[in-house]
């Protein structure tokens, strides 16, 4: 094969590659060196190292980025910090997905370890993110879980220390909160931001300073240039305005579980109990659809603690209906 080519094609190669395409390269070094082009077997070889290597380099799993040089910045006021750190082991991460969610999740990781490979073509690795569905369907999980896949610090935004008791320093807040972290790799949850649009009890001047708050808050989002990732999250399918996605660089919804994710929720809530042979797990999901995720787990859980604490050997048709009884009305 051209030189030139095969020297390009190398360079593309990384851990995230499939083992089977890594094998392959192998190959084709072995295969040049075969051939008596031992330059070019070599050149390849520690194109192929190095890119391994760098890959390597790059936090993943357990590895967490150093926290320690990081300040959250305070309102002035009442010296509250504007963001709240969360543990890495607290991380909510388990996640029952669809494979379109699962494969959009997958992307924003996978161009963020990329980017260092991205930025040599001009290009960025998506950071702005806007995840929006229904309620207890893994929003905040979801940014949880990018940061703890990434092994990046998280943190989520404190809106009530946003909004101090001066309204007129809540845009300073969120710029100064911004710009501290834009030198610093972490995961910035900016959950139900939405949420300072809905203030109560406001007087009519306190509503046009939220309106201004709110495109601010909108600005600086749009503006984000950092190193780590931003992820706002909102219910608010239906009244998301066209311009508000065209900020976000990606928006997923998160919407309720299908069939084939509430077994899934089903099967791992069970595993470690026993199943009366008369229970239809394929039944029951079905009984569920249109639930959240949040719901189902909840009736998962209830009907297991009912079998527990009863010193039930198995989890029976009843304990099961008991539950989808009691929690019914939260939902719908
Ligand atoms: N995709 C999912 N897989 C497994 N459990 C989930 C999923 N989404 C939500 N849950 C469950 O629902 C709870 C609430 O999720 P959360 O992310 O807080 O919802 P949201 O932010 O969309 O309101 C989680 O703690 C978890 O138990
Ligand atoms: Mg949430």
Known sequence: MNQVLLTRLFKSIDSNQ???????????????????????????????????EEAEKEPKGLKVAKTQNFQVPVDRRYRLPLANHIEHEYLRHEMVLSEDVETKILRIEKEYLARERLAHHGLKPRKRILLYGPSGC?????????????????????????????????????SKLLESMEDFPCVLLLDEFDIIGKQRNLSSNDVGEIHRIVNILLGLLEEYDGKGILIATTNLEGSLDKALFRRFDDFIKLPKPELN???????????????????????????????????????????????????????????????????????K
């Open 18 to 52: 499939s083992k089977a395409l890594i094998r392959v390269a192998y190959s084709i070094i072995d295969h040049e060196k075969k051939k008596g082009h031992t330059k070019l077997a070599d050149k390849l070889n520690s194109i192929l190292l190095k890119n391994l």
């Open 138 to 174: 893994g929003k905040s999980m979801a940014g949880e879980k990018i940061a703890w896949d990434l092994g990046l610090p998280f943190y989520k935004v404190r809106f009530d220390s946003i909004i101090s008791s001066y309204l007129g320093e809540s845009a300073s807040n969120l």
């Open 261 to 331: 994710q509430i077994k899934q929720i089903l099967k791992i809530s069970f595993s470690a109990l026993k199943l009366d042979k008369k229970v239809s797990l394929d039944q029951y999901a079905k009984k569920l659809t249109g639930f959240s995720y949040a719901i189902i787990v909840k009736i998962a859980n209830d009907a297991a603690k009912h079998a527990i604490i009863n010193s039930k050997e198995a989890i029976f048709t009843q304990d099961l209906d008991r539950a989808l009884q009691e929690n019914k009305a939260i939902n």
